[in-house]
């Protein structure tokens, strides 16, 4: 049986945390420490999915929780509301209520999976930070703004470039990482798991979090996944990643889809597998075989062992034989025709995004009944028989009347 120290250092070694504020070893003691801390990771609503660079994160999270540490999930229902500019060139859209509520939804089904909600001891708790920010006066939030700088607001590089570009800075987005850092006092926490992307915010919490409860905070930062050929990152905004409402085909499919240099990343990121066993997987198979390992391991903890066997299967059948399937999803379409590009939004929907269709289209990764179609507006008749589609390498669809 593993030590509680032997746990804790392999959680801080295993290379997710890239970055400990104020430091390693504070917050190493604080992990071991009976005494419970109370850590929380915050998301905005801002799309229907989540992808497998959060999923690492609420698996993160169950750790500190077994632990006996008391966890929170937040969702930002009231900052996805406002728009975080991090990552942005211009401002994002600001979401309806009914928007963010629908989303909400979908995440909690997503993450049931990676943490014990059903716990009878020391469950994690959801959270909502609509609850505190909605009953923030006029006079709060001058006090909570009387706490920052403009010129320490402009430190972050968005900013800077578009200030350069000469594009607009509105001052809600100022208010957005007052808002976010303001969620650390109303939880009263001791410490804050992030992206790397978010460690602005998350200092800005830190310090409100000192001046409003006179306590110290914590703020861990965990990588980002990123494809190490194109340095594209996940991103539920852009609708680039491998995304948790995937079915299990497509989340196998996916997997196998990305380069080989991503194997180790979805192991160690995606899966509870020790690094000594990764390790020794990566060495004794070859670049395909520890890929479908991988692909099965991450879609055998969303969709459990039988899915998983099926959906490699039907892998292995499609892709590798290359044989037809009559199991391929099937959808119907209203009418005797339709644009190659209504069509594929008509089968993927909010999985994937408009620019990534069109990307798509134009690298000629479209194919209606085998043929390659590359004009997004080109019209495709629907014979009474169907047409199938095929997407990129990996999804496939039978379009019927």
């Given amino acids: 049986m593993k030590t509680r120290e032997k746990i804790v250092d392999e959680i801080i070694n295993r290379g997710i945390i890239v970055e400990f504020l104020p430091d390693k070893e504070s917050f190493r003691k604080k992990l071991l420490s009976t005494e419970p801390m109370k850590i929380y990771i915050g998301a905005d609503p801002t799309s229907t999915s989540l992808h497998l660079s959060h999923a690492k994160n609420y698996m993160l999270l169950e750790e500190f929780r077994k632990l006996g540490h008391k966890v929170f999930v937040l969702f930002g229902d009231f900052t996805a509301k406002i728009g975080d500019p991090t990552d942005r060139a211009d401002?994002?859209?600001?979401?309806?209520?009914?928007?963010?509520?629908?989303?909400?939804?979908?995440?909690?089904?997503?993450?049931?999976?990676?943490?014990?909600?059903d716990a009878t001891v020391n469950p994690p708790e959801i959270v909502y930070n609509h609850d505190w920010l909605s009953k923030l006066t006029m006079e709060d939030v001058v006090n909570l703004a009387s706490n920052f700088t403009i010129q320490r607001m402009m430190e972050r590089d968005m900013f800077e470039k578009r200030l350069k570009e000469q594009k607009p800075i509105y001052l809600h987005?100022?208010?957005?990482?007052?808002?976010?850092?303001?969620?650390?006092?109303?939880?009263?926490?001791?410490?804050?798991?992030?992206?790397?992307?978010?460690?602005?915010?998350?200092?800005?919490?830190?310090?409100?979090?000192?001046?409003?409860?006179?306590?110290?905070?914590?703020?861990?930062?965990?990588?980002?996944?990123?494809?190490?050929?194109?340095?594209?990152l996940m991103s539920k905004s852009r609708g680039t990643g491998v995304f948790l409402n995937f079915s299990p085909f497509d989340m196998y499919g996916a997997i196998m889809s990305q380069p080989d240099e991503m194997t180790k990343i979805f192991f160690v990121n995606n899966t509870r597998i020790s690094l000594e066993d990764i390790d020794k997987i990566l060495s004794d198979e070859n670049a395909r075989d520890a890929k479908m390992r991988a692909a099965f391991e991450v879609t055998k903890i969303f969709h459990g062992d039988e899915k998983a066997l099926e959906a490699q299967e039907k892998f292995i059948k499609l892709v590798q034989r290359k044989e037809s399937d009559e199991n391929i999803p099937e959808v119907s379409i209203k009418a005797k025709e339709i644009s190659?590009?209504?069509?594929?939004?008509?089968?993927?929907?909010?999985?994937?995004?408009?620019?990534?269709?069109?990307?798509?289209?134009?690298?000629?990764?479209?194919?209606?009944?085998?043929?390659?179609?590359?004009?997004?507006?080109?019209?495709?008749?629907?014979?009474?028989?169907?047409?199938?589609?095929?997407?990129?390498?990996?999804?496939?669809f039978k379009i019927l009347q």
């Fill in 91 to 117: 401002a994002r859209k600001q979401l309806t209520k009914d928007e963010v509520r629908e989303n909400v939804s979908g995440w909690i089904e997503q993450i049931k999976p990676l943490m014990d909600f």
């Fill in 173 to 232: 987005e100022f208010m957005y990482p007052l808002m976010q850092g303001y969620d650390s006092v109303a939880l009263d926490v001791d410490a804050e798991l992030c992206g790397t992307d978010q460690t602005f915010n998350a200092l800005v919490g830190r310090t409100l979090q000192r001046k409003y409860n006179n306590r110290e905070k914590s703020v861990i930062a965990v990588n980002l996944m990123e494809n190490p050929k194109t340095g594209e």
């Fill in 340 to 396: 190659l590009y209504d069509m594929i939004k008509a089968c993927v929907g909010d999985q994937m995004s408009n620019s990534e269709v069109r990307r798509l289209i134009d690298q000629k990764s479209i194919k209606v009944d085998g043929a390659v179609i590359d004009k997004g507006d080109e019209i495709i008749k629907i014979p009474e028989n169907g047409v199938t589609l095929k997407i990129g390498k990996k999804k496939w």
